[in-house]
């Protein structure tokens, strides 16, 4: 059961580590900030308890390397410290405009949308985010020119993100919301917006075209216990030499007893994620939350 302590704390923010799902090209830094909000007293889970339900080694194939940087937060790391404003820096008032019209688009509150957001919002509940998983390279392989720089980004990646929400019946309703039929249509004003907007800005200065594919849903195995959905999509880049390939990305949101997870898989299509890898990591967070839901429901009964 995931368990939850009293303590003041402020909404987190994006540290050191880069933000959102997308794999930067070479050495792309994208920074978001913006302004603080008064400290906010919340009920939160423990980092032990929250640790125990994030995505970890054995979720994945052997010799996938960790980042070492988990903790409370979005963007959190070895020392993450929530009490700072998130978590010492400020989010870009153009991205929390952006985020502003996803929110109003899904219907949901912005500061329950830091999972798919990518950056710790105003007022949000407790967030904890696991390590960055890294595949391991291919023997014999040649790292494509664009990648010499960052020889990790063309690797395929996972990572979770948790959120313990106020309630059950709050952790439902955003579910709902994501897995309605707009969803896709409202995930456009995030990839419009200025941080993804910066990513394609350095791609077309390098002489680059790129473009995102609209989202796809994808079917998942249905859990009884725990409600999961899957999102994929793409950014397919044409280099100056006329040479095509692309970054992959898959969301999977997954939620039950109050507690939503959003994993997410990076890969490029020099390195593809192997078979099997994403439904079996699905399949092991999925059992660890409907066990901490099992275990709830014991202690309130």
């Known amino acids: 059961m995931l368990a939850v302590a009293k303590r003041e704390r402020v909404p987190c923010g994006s540290r050191g580590r880069r933000p959102r799902s997308a794999a930067i090209v070479g050495t792309i830094c994208v920074i978001v900030a913006g302004s603080a909000t008064p400290a906010l007293a919340t009920a939160q889970p423990d980092g032990a308890s929250a640790e125990a339900l994030v995505l970890r080694a054995t979720d994945l194939p052997a010799r996938w390397a960790p980042s070492g940087q988990a903790g ?21 008032p153009a991205q929390r405009a952006t985020d502003s019209k996803f929110a109003k688009c899904l219907g949901v509150p912005v500061a329950r949308l830091s999972l798919l957001t990518g950056v710790d919002e105003p007022g949000e509940p407790f967030t904890y985010s696991s390590a960055t998983y890294t595949a391991p390279t291919p023997k014999a392989w040649q790292v494509p020119a664009m990648f010499r720089a960052a020889p990790g980004d063309a690797l395929p990646q996972a990572q979770s993100l948790l959120m313990a929400e106020p309630s059950e019946t709050v952790q439902r309703s955003d579910l709902q919301a994501f897995s309605n039929a707009d969803f896709p249509g409202c995930y456009k004003i995030e990839l419009a917006g200025p941080t993804y907007a910066l990513v394609k800005l350095f791609l ?46 898959r969301l999977v949101v997954m939620g039950a007893n109050g507690v939503e997870e959003v994993l997410r898989f990076t890969s490029s299509s ?31 009964a």
Do not use: M, W
């Open 72 to 92: 409370p937060c979005v963007n959190g790391g070895p020392a993450p410290n929530p009490k700072e404003p998130y978590c010492g820096n400020t989010p870009l």
């Open 204 to 249: 077309t200065h390098e002489g680059y075209e790129a473009a995102f594919t609209p989202l796809e849903r994808v079917p998942v195995a249905a859990s009884g216990k725990v409600a999961t959905v899957r999102y994929d999509f793409q950014l397919l880049l044409k280099s100056p030499k006329k040479q095509q390939f692309s970054l992959h990305f």
């Open 270 to 300: 020099f390195v593809a994620v192997p078979a099997g890898v994403v439904d079996n990591a699905v399949s092991h967070l999925e059992g660890r939350l409907a066990r901490d839901l099992q275990a709830s429901r014991a202690a309130s």
